[in-house]
């Protein structure tokens, strides 16, 4: 029995017969296909007058040198589509085994890295280490990109670390006030001020933005121009309400010559603080010379006097000390994690203290007058500028009101000290309970002796308070030699 076989069908093309006006159109669509609608038309012209010219060859010369234009524009056309074809299939291209088993073996060549031979999480591990990643990603926002929020009304009310490098000769005259007097520094604030007069008119038409983003440019004279993509975004309460502003301000140009080692160095200086608080207050609380410290600059407060202005609170040791004295006290510290360590011993039993993250050097968020006392302990080494901080002090003081202060200065020795507070941890049996803090001062201590607690003297001190309206009432060595104790009252403004 014969068989037969049925050939599948094959596609056949059928030629369209077109108008030409529809291949005209069609041609036009692309460059290419114009510039052979005019070589073609030039080529029509030119033709009769090849043949009627025969002597004279320059309209066939013509019509070669165009044919050849359009033959090399067809060739670099198509090679340079092949190209991005290419490109294009080699980016969809799904990865091979042979590429996933070259980078399993890259990775195993680098386990010498730090943990590198973790082995991925379990559902569990996961869960518990993203339970521990929200305890403490609030920190993140202090050491990213440069970062300023508002309030709902659009004042700056703080910024981050990164923005406050870039920004610090204009913070004192954007702090506390409308976003709008941050915008007049910009360079191209004229652009600003439109995108934010748009802005406010979706508000008034009931479309408040989630998100706004924007071009920024800012006139460094430490880092050039500097150019951000700013991008702020709502912080809502639980039910959506809006809270504030956080304005991240992306950089995409810089002097990053100039820029990186500050930066670096602020991070690297304000996470050390954060870290030294634990160990600070673990082995400085308990030991008597510091308590000692703490009495011998208080006694220069008297004990009737109401409101007193503490500069660097840290952890609250002083901010305690005052409170159990009866004072009311406005503490200052900018560093988050010591506020955080302060803010756990639940000091403001009696609602007499406010605490407030600013820097003591920036004081012009307080009243003028406003305080009988002020205190500094074992901050003013660390002052870029301590007479203009103790100048904005004496501002704040009432007539007659007191600044007490203790401070490193050109010839502290820290040795003593330390060695003194590890002879205390051995004689009431702490010392490897706790070793690892006691080494953290050790180190933080070190790093602070040969960078800033010597790079200003006795007499410096002396006559900044002089300089900025002080009558120095007292003045003696403490903690071991390593500070000196100064109690000033104010004589002028």
Known sequence: MATSTIEPLKPTLVPRKE???????????????????????VIAILEPMAVKTSQDHWPLIVMMVLLGIVILSVTFIATY?????????????PVNESTDSDKIQLI???????????????????????QQLRAVIHQAQRYSTPTYYLDTHLSVIHWNVAFDIIFKPILHKIRRKHVNYF?????????????????????????????????LVYESKLYGSVEFEKVASQLTDPEGNLKAWSVALLLKKIDWEMYRPELLQRLRDDKLWGIYAVSYDT????????????????RGISPNVGRVLELGAGTGNVTKALLQRGYT????????????????????????????????????????DSFDAAVAVNVA???????GCFRN???????????????????????????????????????????????????????????????????EYEQWLDQAGFRITYEKSSYKDAVIVIHARKVRD
């Not at 080494?381 to 007479?387: G, N, R, W």
């Not at 007490?404 to 050109?410: G, I, N, R, Y």
């Open 19 to 41: 108008s030409w006006s529809a291949i005209i159109r069609e041609a036009a669509r692309s460059p290419l296909g114009i510039l052979a609608l005019i070589v073609l038309a």
């Open 81 to 93: 589509q092949s190209q991005l074809k290419k490109r294009e299939a080699a980016v969809l291209e």
């Open 108 to 130: 195993r060549d680098h386990e010498d890295v730090i943990d590198a031979a973790t082995p991925p999480l379990s559902h569990d591990d996961l869960t518990a280490q993203l």
């Open 183 to 215: 915008i007049a520094e910009l360079a191209n604030h004229a652009a600003v001020f439109d995108h934010a007069r748009e802005f406010t008119n979706k508000v008034r038409q009931g479309q408040l933005p989630l998100i706004d983003v924007e071009p």
């Open 283 to 298: 082995i400085l609380s308990d030991f008597p010379p510091y308590r000692q410290l703490i009495d011998d600059v208080l």
């Open 329 to 368: 006290v406005t503490a200052l510290e900018n560093n988050p994690f010591m506020l955080d360590k302060m803010c756990a011993k639940k000091l403001d039993q009696n609602q007499r203290l406010t605490i407030n993250l600013e820097s003591a050097e920036s004081l012009d968020l307080i009243e003028q």
């Open 381 to 387: 080494y660390a002052f870029d500028d301590p007479l």
């Open 393 to 459: 002090v004496a501002q704040l003081l009432k007539p007659n009101g007191v600044f007490v202060l203790s401070t490193t200065h050109s010839e502290t020795d820290l040795d003593p000290l330390l060695k003194a507070i590890e002879s205390h941890l051995k004689a009431t049996g702490t010392f490897k309970e706790k070793e690892e803090h006691y080494r953290r001062v050790v180190e933080v201590n070190r790093d602070i002796q040969y960078s800033i607690a010597r790079r200003y003297t006795r007499e």
